[in-house]
């Protein structure tokens, strides 16, 4: 075999391949993918974490956290936990972290506009060394989960730069990151927690998915992640669901697609259950709705349209009878490598809409070109566009899916009617039973009064692990990837 | 030769300049990044402030002439990206390109002396007609194609080579190497062989050989060196391809090169690193140029006289 | 009558080692009918002064005239006239061709351009006819490729061509001196069979001396961009009064061995000097076996003897002549 | 008289006014008898038989070279003249082994000193390529390497026969070029073809070619793209390497004069053949081919101004088209049926051969 | 005329001379009349592939998904198996070579013509003219083709029209060097001083006398470079910014394979073949056409081509 094999995860270093090189390690930025999947529970630590299977919050750097007015929120902070430079962690680290991520507008963190957009500012107060509180303007119960997102760093560090490499207090710490090649973290004496199997990890980025496997395959890395089924993982070749949802999304203001039954006629041209066993390799679901189970609010009582071509082609047909310009063009546009065999399902549902008598050209871009029509502010005069998007819900609660896509001024709806739109409002202040029961009940709306969406899948990705890890991966695995659960074969 | 050198940098600069002030333009004209660096449920504000933070609100005008007046302090700005210096991260990306283009170019034009001298030596053999189809088909495989059966093979079923990566020392070189190798050596193939072709038939082969000079001889101290300045071009044009253009292999390989860098700059819209690395590209292109200009020059006196070089 | 006149013709080409004297003060006479022989070293000179007289070279000082006219200061059309008049064959019978024309397309080339002449297909096609048999060649040559012919056969196209505008003044740039001895005298019987038909003056460059004997009126023997010595042909080659010419006739091989017996062979030293720093004053003064202090000094002057001039501080007589 | 130029090594001075150079070594190549001044004019250097040479044309195999036979004696100077394409080249390049590859010579033999260089080894065909036989190139530009240094080129012949270090070499280089009338030879020795007139590339191709006394030198119209004055003095020169040398020379050209100046025999060539050959002046004194006769009268010499010369009609024939029997029927002005149909071979005529079937018919 | 005017001797092959004949010629040269016969398929396919292909080129039948190629019990059209979405191969590829040709076809004569006149001018003229062009031509050679490649795709939609307007951009600087160079040497040559003493315009010499002589080389480079187009268009796809599905090329089908190669490489391997029959056989072709346009070469194939015999027994290149 190739002489690399000699470093394998038996001499203690765990070699991983990732699809791309992180940016940067900032932790405000873990909610990019790239960042996140490393930096994460690995380098840096949030004060609690949602447990990406049961849902719940459970302590990290907090080990209690009490709503002790509606718009006041305390936490109770883990004594005894130092940074990996040694410094003791404490609620003045704690605050310097959530005031630098969440109210800090000129760094722009990622995390800020994903979790905090909408919240409004913080206020937050540190009353002894173990304990932080936080004031919201409106009360928020969501707020733990927000924090969450909030990795915790040291109060000196920058509030006006990002910081490339962060100090924190999980498990690892930076030993090299040789940009462009290869980054390398070390496990630490002082961690507070169960020390970690490997005392090294190896990251290295490949952005071809059969390169990532082949290196699995050839013994060079331990575990490559997301790969698609096609990638040649052959029995290294571990499944798991990564959150992400794939979906047409469409302008529902222009003809053709201003007409609902050509959107229904659409949504089951769309062979799910052909498309992922012939294309993804029977790695996905056909979706229901725009978030996954195990999300709160999603809607059990949902299933999936069923293809059938001809109960759609009668559908347009009608439509047309009624003057609907069915045979106007319109756009799909798909971002290039979006998701393995992205090109090749939209061409299948090309061409089934072409059968139907639909007209619908197909456009792949770059990412930056297919946000301008994915995001707020849309292309002007775009024309008619069904616009392939793939969202994936990190948080675990539909809030951060039905604002954004559903309500008539969200920063990536196309539609919504006011109905919609004032549900969606009442259902945030909402908790439990009846905060699951409003949003289940946002997602039947949105499909039987509006159908801006025709649902593709819930997606599922392939990791290529080496056979001498242990390792099981959850649905948080693509976004963060936490080194401790991994550990040598016995 | 001194003043040659000047005169070529100065009717180099022109050029270069332009490159730069293209690539500033075109880039510009790819969109705002705002979208791409910000959550995609940032607030429109939020985006308005990144714009401006970074300038993407001036007209481009402004925009340009603040980044010259950069450029002229050496400053080429910083990353949007990684918040890096820009010249930086160009400069750190750049050897590993440039060692592979190097590698391969040495290999690439080994192979193609040899085989082209040898094609050349009995043309219309056989063994010219095989080597001449060899080096067509060479010249006209894809290559991210061959990385691929290059890894499948290699790396996966005889697990000879890594697959990719820069790790395991001179095997990680290997495929990489082969497969950039192959379109320069088939092209040169074919370049060698017709300047040898002609250079062995030509008066001062006959009287080397009148002298009673012997094959080897024959080829390396008279045709070689004459027939090497219509290969020295098509070798530098191919070595502006391989500076410009090893993304694809860069890119399935794991290179930590300055095409990937750049790629992954377009795609991100990342203008200071573009920047930086077009500027550093063109300039090396222009060096490479100028190089070849001297090595003509050393390869015929003629040349060197005519520029006015030697006095 | 003075066809072509020439007064103080200089041209200098800017090479990199420095400014490239190639024409010097160059004066030449024509008259209708007549063959003006020029005789020279490789490298004095003698095609530029070919060229610049095609117009193909401008003069950077001294005057051309033709007729009168100077035709460097023509417009379009009378520009076009003016090269209707004066044609020229060149030296070398297998570059002057291009190689993907035919004969006929060769011939009829000039007519593209002056596209009053033979206007219809058919006219051309006759004329093409007409003058591949005045060249004595076969009209089913018309459709052949220059390398099909031999070397005397397109240099006879060459000549064709350069008839085809019906000169007046033909400029003939060693149109010989590729061919064979055999050939050579078909060439040569040639031209000398079309100046008796058609009247056309020549102005024949060759470095054979023996051939300029048998053409040329008049000859011009040219050294380093000069023109040291003019004169008829009998008095130029019976009785040179410049040392070049001398050393010239004494250089050539001769056939007959009595020419031989009595001739003294003056083997000159050295090469042509380059044109780029030419010697001072008299510029044969570096190989001539009589120069003395003030030929380096001072330029020559021109001694004229019955229309014979040369271009020496010490011409020499008819007694050195027959030394 | 007081100031002139002098070449410091120049082979012969400014001023000199000479008889040219050999002049009495005129004697037939078929009588043995040696003439008077010039000692070793019996040893025969090379001996050419029956040579013949086919080119395999993709249009078909044709003759180029026709049983070719010629003695050069050492010290003496033979002259292959003819025009151009009638095989002169072939014959030079077969006897140097330097045909191109399409090239093929299918008979005869080159003998030097007992040698047949037609069947001896290749190995000992280079050892004999410069110390028995070297060649001088028409073309000296294209015939010395342009991107070699000239002292290097030079040096070759000893590097490779000698085995001589560089700087010795080198050494013997310089020599040489002084030898054949380089001035500076120290420094020019660094200098490219391109810096050289064309005098001196030929005295530099010369010079190579006498490196390491060869026993016969051709020269393959060696001062053909010279001008008159230069010609003079190359003709000067390797009169004077061959007397030093005792070399044979073949003189390759198709300038009548120079043949008569400086050849000792003269074998008129035609389409690939030999037709006339014999002792200089006696050939062109008295010309028995045809086309010798010809040749000789479209010399433009005393044909007055302006009267036609008498030339040769057409042109020789097409090497595809050389038709049987004689090969100059077709332009010669005594053709007989029997041309039509019958080679004519190259009988002898008391030293003096010709071949041709009225030649015969007048005797 | 005259009695020293001889009657000049025959012409080696009269015939052929005055009228070249093509079809002999070709027929002469084997592989040329493959290469030949081999694009004349390619160009019929080119044109009527789409219809000649039938349906299942265009809708699959996921069933036939991943077909394996070389088994007729689907019908001829899935002789060479079945894609991803269960379409036939033979078809696709049937169907793409016309996108390939209607992409690589404009990009090689679009930069050929601008390339080669603008090279051909500058070269004729000399002086500034030349270095304008050739320092314009620098700038593109350095230019980071893909960058200008996403510009384009961003501004104007991704489609065949801007993928040819991009390539033909970036190879022009390729003819024009080769033009200029060529042309420089030739407005030198004395046949075309020759034409200037008749006071031709510089217009007319360069379509006359420089155009004719340059062609073939141009024509060498071309088919060369329609190789490189070929592969940079699936390099455009390998990155996504090439063709655009439902529009298929051979460059995309190669890039897209690409990760079946291990299960299903005809889908990857099939495509590539096409690539590089075509550029052989276009290559091929050239060398025949360079020869065949060359009056002086010409004779070289009209008649067929014999084995040659060894050279005579010299130190020779057989030596070695
Ligand atoms: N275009 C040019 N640029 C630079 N130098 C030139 C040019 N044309 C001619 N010369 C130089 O001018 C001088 C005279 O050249 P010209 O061709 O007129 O000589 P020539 O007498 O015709 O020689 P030949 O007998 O070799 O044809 C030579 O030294 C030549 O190198
Ligand atoms: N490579 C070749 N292919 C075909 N024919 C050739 C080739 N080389 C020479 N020939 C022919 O062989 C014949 C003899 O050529 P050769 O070079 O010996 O002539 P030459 O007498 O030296 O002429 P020149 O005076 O022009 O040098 C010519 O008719 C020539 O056309
Ligand atoms: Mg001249
Ligand atoms: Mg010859
Ligand atoms: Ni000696």
């Known amino acids: 075999n190739s002489g690399n094999s000699g470093g394998g995860a038996a001499g203690g270093t765990l070699r991983i391949v990732l699809p791309q090189e992180p940016p940067t390690l900032e932790p405000c930025e873990a909610s990019l993918t790239a960042t996140g999947v490393v930096t994460r529970s690995n380098i840096t630590e949030p004060l609690l974490e949602r447990n990406p299977t049961s849902g719940e919050l459970e302590p990290k750097l907090a080990t209690a956290w009490t709503q002790t007015e509606p718009t006041l929120w305390t936490f109770t902070l883990r004594p005894g936990v130092t940074f990996s430079d040694g410094a003791q962690f404490t609620s003045a680290d704690a605050v310097a972290a959530i005031e630098r991520t969440a109210n800090n507008t000129t760094l722009a963190c990622n995390v800020q506009g994903y979790v905090f957009g909408q919240t409004g500012k913080l206020t937050l107060a540190a009353p002894d060394a173990t304990t932080v509180t936080v004031r919201t303007e409106a009360p928020d119960p969501l707020l733990p989960l927000r924090v969450s997102f909030i990795e915790m760093t040291k109060r000196d560090i920058s509030t006006t730069e990002k910081v490339r490499e962060p100090i924190g207090t999980g498990p690892y710490k930076i030993a090299s990151w040789a940009a462009g090649q290869k980054l390398t973290l070390t496990a630490w004496d002082g961690y507070w927690g169960t020390k970690p199997a490997y005392p090294t990890a190896e990251y290295q980025w490949r952005e071809e998915g059969t390169v990532r496997a082949a290196m699995v395959v050839n013994g060079e890395a331990d575990l490559a992640t997301n790969l698609g089924a096609d990638d040649g993982a052959g029995d290294t070749a571990v499944q798991y669901p990564n959150n992400e949802t794939t979906a047409l999304r469409f302008t529902t203001d222009q003809a053709p697609l201003n007409d609902i039954r050509v959107r229904q006629a659409i949504d089951m041209l769309i062979d799910r259950e052909g498309i992922i066993t012939s294309l993804f390799g029977g790695l996905g679901k056909p979706a229901s709705q725009l978030i996954g189970p195990g999300v709160v609010g999603y809607n059990e009582s949902m299933t999936p349209t069923t293809y059938d071509p001809a109960a759609a082609k009668a559908l347009v047909d009608a439509a047309k009878a009624d003057g609907v310009p069915v045979g106007t063009q319109f756009r799909i546009i798909g971002r290039t490598a979006q998701f393995p065999k992205i090109a090749e399902s939209i061409e299948l549902m090309q061409s089934a809409f072409a059968q139907a008598g639909l007209n619908a050209k197909i456009e792949m871009m770059d990412t930056s070109a297919q946000l301008k029509y994915q995001l707020r502010p849309f292309v002007p005069d775009a024309g008619p566009v069904a616009l392939m998007v793939m969202h994936g819900n990190q948080a675990g609660d539909a809030a951060f899916t039905v604002g954004q896509y559903f309500a008539t001024d969200g920063a990536q709806s196309t539609g919504g009617n006011a109905e919609l739109d004032a549900k969606i409002k009442a259902a945030a202040p909402l908790t439990g039973d009846e905060r699951q029961a409003a949003y289940a009940d946002v997602f039947k709306t949105q499909t039987d009064a509006v159908r801006g969406f025709a649902y593709l899948a819930n997606m599922e990705a392939v990791l290529a692990l080496s056979k001498s890890v242990d390792y099981r991966p959850d649905a948080a695995t693509g976004d963060e990837m936490r080194l401790g659960d991994m550990k040598p074969k016995a | ?311 | 009558m003075t066809l072509l006149d020439v007064q103080g013709i200089t041209k200098t080409f800017q090479v990199p080692k420095g400014r490239l004297r190639a024409l010097d003060g160059i004066d030449l006479r024509l008259a209708k009918g007549e063959t003006l022989g020029l005789v020279g070293e490789s490298g004095c000179g003698k095609s530029t002064l070919a060229r610049t007289l095609m117009l193909l070279e401008r003069p950077d000082s001294g005057t051309v005239r033709f007729g009168g006219v100077d035709p460097f200061a023509l417009r379009k059309a009378d520009l076009l006239r003016h090269r209707r008049r004066v044609q020229m064959v060149f030296q070398d019978p297998y570059a002057s061709l291009n190689p993907r024309l035919t004969a006929a397309d060769i011939i009829a080339e000039p007519w593209r351009t002056h596209k009053d002449l033979y206007s219809s297909a058919r006219e051309r096609a006759a004329r093409v006819a007409e003058l591949l048999h005045l060249v004595g060649l076969r009209p089913s040559d018309a459709n052949r490729y220059p390398q099909e012919f031999s070397g005397g056969q397109r240099q006879r196209l060459g000549i064709a061509r350069a008839l085809a505008l019906g000169p007046d003044v033909v400029i003939c740039d060693e149109p010989v001196s590729a061919l064979d001895l055999s050939v050579q005298a078909q060439v040569l019987n040639l031209l000398n069979r079309l100046q008796r038909q058609l009247g056309v003056s020549y102005l024949f460059i060759s470095h054979d001396l023996s051939v300029v004997r048998h053409v040329a009126d008049r000859v011009a023997v040219m050294y380093l961009g000069r023109i040291v010595e003019t004169g008829t042909t009998a008095e130029v080659f019976g009785n040179p009064r410049h040392p070049y010419t001398k050393a010239l006739l004494s250089a050539a091989p001769t056939l007959r061995r009595t020419d031989r017996e009595k001739k003294e062979r003056i083997l000159l030293t050295g090469e042509l000097p380059s044109p780029i720093d030419p010697p001072s004053g008299c510029r044969f003064r570096t190989r001539c076996w009589q120069a003395t202090d003030v030929c380096a000094r001072t330029p020559p002057p021109v001694s004229v003897v019955d229309g014979h001039a040369a271009e020496c501080h010490f011409p020499l007589t008819l007694a050195d002549a027959a030394r | 008289m007081s100031e002139r130029a002098s070449e410091p090594a120049g082979p012969v001075p400014a001023t000199t006014i000479q008889q040219r150079e050999g002049e009495s070594g005129r004697m037939s190549t078929h009588t043995a008898d040696a003439p008077p001044g010039t000692g070793r004019g019996d040893t025969v250097g090379m001996r050419v038989d029956g040579l013949t040479v086919d080119l395999h044309t993709p249009r078909g195999t044709v003759r180029a070279v026709d049983g070719v036979s010629f003695t050069a004696h050492r010290g003496r100077t033979l002259a292959l003249l003819g025009e151009s394409g009638c095989g002169k080249s072939m014959t030079a390049q077969a006897v140097v082994g330097l045909l191109e590859p399409i090239a093929e010579v299918t008979g005869g033999t080159i003998d030097i000193d007992g040698e047949d260089l037609l069947t001896v080894s290749r190995k000992r065909r280079r050892q004999l390529a410069g110390p028995a036989l070297s060649i001088v190139f028409q073309d000296a530009l294209t015939a010395l390497n342009p991107v070699v240094k000239v002292g290097v080129q030079l040096a070759e012949p000893y590097r490779i026969h000698r085995k001589m270090s560089a700087r010795a070499a080198r050494a013997e280089a310089i020599e040489l070029m002084r030898h054949v009338g380089i001035p500076e030879p120290e420094s020019r020795a660094d200098s490219y073809p391109h810096q050289f007139s064309g005098g001196m590339r030929q005295r530099l191709l010369i010079a190579m070619a006498v490196a390491l006394s060869p026993k016969v030198l051709i020269a393959d119209e060696p001062t053909t793209a010279l001008d008159v004055t230069v010609q003079a003095q190359i003709l000067a020169l390797l009169a004077r390497l061959r007397r030093e040398h005792d070399m044979a020379v073949i003189l390759i050209t198709h300038d009548l004069s120079v043949v008569a100046e400086e050849a000792d025999t003269v074998a008129v060539m035609y389409s690939g053949r030999i037709v006339e050959t014999g002792p200089v002046t006696d050939v062109f004194e008295d010309p028995r081919h045809p086309y010798t006769r010809g040749l000789l009268e479209s010399v433009p010499v005393d044909a007055e101004r302006g009267a036609d010369l008498r030339s040769i009609p057409g042109s020789p024939p097409d090497l595809f088209s050389v038709p049987p029997g004689c090969p100059y029927q077709a332009r010669c002005p005594l053709v007989m049926d029997v041309c039509r149909t019958d080679r004519p071979a190259l009988t002898d005529h008391g030293g003096r051969a010709v071949a041709c079937h009225a030649a015969e018919g007048a005797r | 005329m005259s009695a020293t005017t001889a009657p000049p001797a025959a012409g080696p092959d009269e015939a052929a001379a005055t009228k070249p004949n093509y079809v002999r010629m070709l027929l002469a040269d084997p592989l040329a009349c493959v290469a030949a016969i081999v694009l004349l398929v390619v160009a019929f396919i080119a044109v009527f592939g789409r219809q000649l292909a039938g349906p299942s080129a265009v809708n699959g039948d996921l069933a036939l998904s991943r077909l394996a190629p070389f088994g007729t019990e689907h019908g001829w059209q899935y002789f060479l198996g079945g894609d991803l979405l269960g379409r036939s191969l033979l078809g696709r590829l049937m169907v793409a070579t016309g996108t390939t040709m209607s992409v690589s076809v404009p990009v090689v004569l679009i930069s050929l013509v601008i390339g080669a006149s603008v090279g051909m001018w500058a070269g004729y003229h000399r002086g500034w003219r030349e270095t304008v062009a050739m320092r314009i031509a620098d700038v593109v050679l350095s230019f980071p083709s893909l960058l200008m490649a996403v510009v384009v795709l961003y501004i104007f939609s991704p489609s065949i029209a801007s993928i040819i307007a991009i390539l033909a951009i970036t190879r022009i600087p390729v003819y024009l060097r080769t033009a200029r160079a060529e042309s420089a040497e030739l407005q030198s040559r004395i046949f075309v001083d020759a034409a200037r003493t008749f006071g031709t315009p510089s217009g007319a010499i360069i379509r006359r006398h420089i155009f004719p002589i340059v062609l073939p080389t141009l024509l060498t480079v071309a088919t060369l470079d329609f190789c490189y187009v070929m592969l940079a268009e699936s390099s455009l796809s390998f990155l996504g910014i090439g063709v655009q599905p439902p529009d298929v090329s051979w460059g995309l089908m190669v890039a897209q394979g690409r990760d079946q190669l291990r299960t299903e490489w005809w889908l990857s391997v099939l495509p590539g073949l096409a690539i590089v029959i075509t550029t052989v056989s276009a290559n091929l072709l050239a060398s025949w056409v360079r020869l065949a346009t060359d009056p002086g070469q010409r004779w070289r194939l009209t008649t067929p081509r014999r084995k040659r015999r060894r050279a005579a027994p010299v130190p020779g290149p057989e030596g070695a």
């Not at chain 2, 040898?118 to 007609?129: F, Y």
């Open chain 2, 1 to 311: 030769m001194l003043t040659f050198l000047r005169r070529r940098a100065l009717t180099s600069l022109v050029p270069l300049l332009a490159v730069v002030l293209g690539v500033f333009v075109l880039a510009r004209l790819t969109g705002n990044p705002a979208s791409l660096y910000l959550p995609e449920n940032a607030t429109a504000e939020a985006r308005e402030q990144f714009s401006a933070a970074n300038g993407f609100d001036k007209p481009i005008w402004s925009q340009l002439l603040d980044y010259l007046a950069g450029v002229t302090r050496l400053d080429f700005g910083t990353s949007l990206r990684t918040g890096e210096d820009a010249a930086t991260m160009a400069l750190r990306a750049f050897p590993a390109t440039l060692q592979l283009a190097v590698v391969t170019m040495i290999l690439a034009c080994a192979v193609a002396v040899g085989v082209g001298c040898w094609a050349a030596l009995k043309p219309n053999g056989l063994g010219d007609r095989i080597s001449g189809m060899l080096s067509m088909t060479a010249a006209s495989v894809p290559d991210f194609w061959l990385a691929i059966l290059g890894i499948w093979v290699f790396a996966i079923m005889l697990g000879v080579l890594p697959t990719s990566g820069v790790d395991a020392g001179g095997a990680s070189w290997v495929l990489p190497i082969a497969v950039l190798m192959v379109r320069p050596a088939g092209v040169l193939t074919q370049v060698v062989r017709g300047a040898m072709i002609s250079a062995l038939g030509s008066p001062y082969v006959k009287v080397a050989r009148a002298k009673g000079a012997g094959e080897g001889r024959v080829v390396a101290r008279h045709a070689l060196k004459n027939a090497a300045p219509p290969a020295l071009t098509v070798a530098g044009d191919l070595a502006v391809g391989l500076i410009n253009g090893a993304v694809v292999v860069e890119t399935i390989f794991g290179w930590p090169g300055i095409g990937k860098l750049m790629i992954d700059a377009i795609l991100q819209r990342d203008f200071a690193v573009l920047q930086a690395a077009v500027a550093l590209t063109a300039i090396s292109i222009f060096v490479l140029n100028i190089a070849i200009d001297i090595g003509y020059a050393l390869l015929d006196a003629r040349v060197r006289n005519k520029s006015g070089a030697t006095a």
